[in-house]
Antibody
Framework: QVQLQESGPGLVQPSQTLSLTCSVSGDAITSDGKYWTWIRQRPGQGLEWIAYISNSGSTYFNLSLKSRVTISQDTSKNQFSLKLSSLTAADTAVYYC????????????WGQGVLVTVSS | QSVLTQPPSVSAAPGQKVTISCSGTSSNIGINYVSWYQQLPGTAPKLLIYENNKRPSGIPDRFSGSKSGTSATLDITGLQAGDEAHYYCGTWDSSLSYAFGIGTKVTV
């Protein structure tokens, strides 16, 4: 069974950079046709797709966040990471990592999510 | 604001049926597969339907999806108390982002 687990700070100061890591088990992040994705959900709001990194390392970003987002992978640890810079209170959200599989064209496995609060 | 339009809420009695619509455009639903996700209170979303009308293993056949043109629909039959959740449609958009609907709260 594929499992994803987010980790990172629960509280970050405004203007700082958020760093989150997603640890994956049950699948290799380098396996074909996989897109390792970050999604967020502001309090009481819907889902917002942020970015993905593919099994080959190619990246894709939500255009509205692209200037502030970096996504990377560590194949030795089977992890992928998100960095979001220039934080404001509007970035307060639950951040989820998820897998998109080409074979189902959908986000088929999700992490439990991590709440990140941007506040001084 | 989302490029995919869903009703904010729907409700029905136990055992009844609800239908959730997801309206898009020729830039998203019209050319791509639609997925549906269920988010129970306080939990992460779960894939319910993929490629318009397919169910992952373990999803009961009370949940069914369809797509026609630029719209998609999720039907839930034999409604149960445990189905109370938010339901989101999702698909790729030609703006090169994955789009979610605003979500529909189902009340039983």
């Amino acid at each position: 069974q594929v499992q994803l687990q987010e980790s990172g700070p629960g509280l970050v100061q405004p203007s700082q950079t958020l760093s989150l890591t997603c640890s994956v088990s049950g699948d290799a992040i380098t396996s074909d046709g996989k897109y390792w994705t970050w999604i967020r959900q502001r309090p009481g709001q819907g889902l917002e797709w942020i970015a993905y990194i593919s099994n080959s390392g190619s990246t894709y970003f939500n255009l509205s966040l692209k200037s502030r987002v970096t996504i990377s992978q560590d194949t030795s640890k089977n992890q992928f990471s998100l960095k979001l810079s220039s934080l404001t209170a509007a970035d307060t959200a639950v951040y989820y990592c998820a897998r998109e599989a080409a074979g189902v064209s959908a986000l088929d496995f999700w992490g439990q999510g991590v709440l990140v609060t941007v506040s001084s | 604001q989302s490029v995919l339009t869903q009703p904010p809420s729907v409700s029905a009695a136990p055992g009844q049926k609800v239908t959730i619509s997801c309206s898009g455009t020729s830039s998203n639903i019209g050319i791509n597969y639609v997925s549906w996700y269920q988010q129970l209170p306080g939990t992460a979303p779960k894939l319910l339907i993929y490629e318009n009308n397919k169910r992952p293993s373990g999803i009961p056949d009370r949940f069914s999806g369809s797509k026609s043109g630029t719209s998609a629909t999720l039907d839930i039959t034999g409604l149960q108390a445990g189905d109370e959740a938010h339901y989101y449609c999702g698909t790729w958009d030609s703006s090169l982002s994955y789009a979610f609907g605003i979500g529909t709260k189902v009340t039983v």
